[in-house]
């Protein structure tokens, strides 16, 4: 059975430091398109990171609003991606998702390419 588990979302003065993680049971990553998006009261869902190995390297790529100050990595022997978020704003609150889909390009915001989702982990940044 495919799932997605995260963990590691929670309330942060903001500057603060947070670090999500996403672990994935039942399929491997390799060839997986990775992405966390994340979605504000009010807003539309967004993609923030993206990495992907499907050229055989790793590859990222940010939403220029995160750049610089979130990271996002992979372990490949315990299935899990991360996502560092640093130097966190109050417009960084939201409900963050992770999301795979099997060869998906790094940056692609469609969600319908995306074939699994995790269940989602609140961030707040407020102080």
């Known amino acids: 059975q495919v799932q997605l588990a995260e963990s590691g979302g929670g309330l942060v003065q903001p500057g603060g430091s947070l670090r999500l993680t996403c672990t994935a049971s039942?399929?491997?990553?390799?060839?997986?398109?990775i992405a966390w998006f994340r979605q504000a009261p009010g807003k539309e869902r967004e993609g923030v990171a993206f990495?992907?190995?499907?050229?055989?390297?790793?590859?990222?790529y940010y939403r220029d609003s995160v750049k610089g100050r979130f990271m996002i990595f992979r372990d490949s022997f315990d299935n899990t991606v991360y996502l560092q978020m640093n130097s966190l704003k109050p417009e960084d609150t939201a409900v963050y998702y992770c999301?795979?889909?099997?060869?998906?390009?790094?940056?692609?915001?469609?969600?319908?390419?995306?074939?699994?989702w995790g269940q989602g982990t609140q961030v707040t940044v407020s102080s």
């Open positions: 999301a795979w889909g099997l060869g998906v390009r790094v940056g692609t915001q469609d969600e319908g390419e995306y074939d699994y």
């Open positions: 039942g399929f491997a990553q390799d060839y997986y398109g």
């Open positions: 990495i992907n190995n499907v050229d055989g390297d790793d590859t990222t």
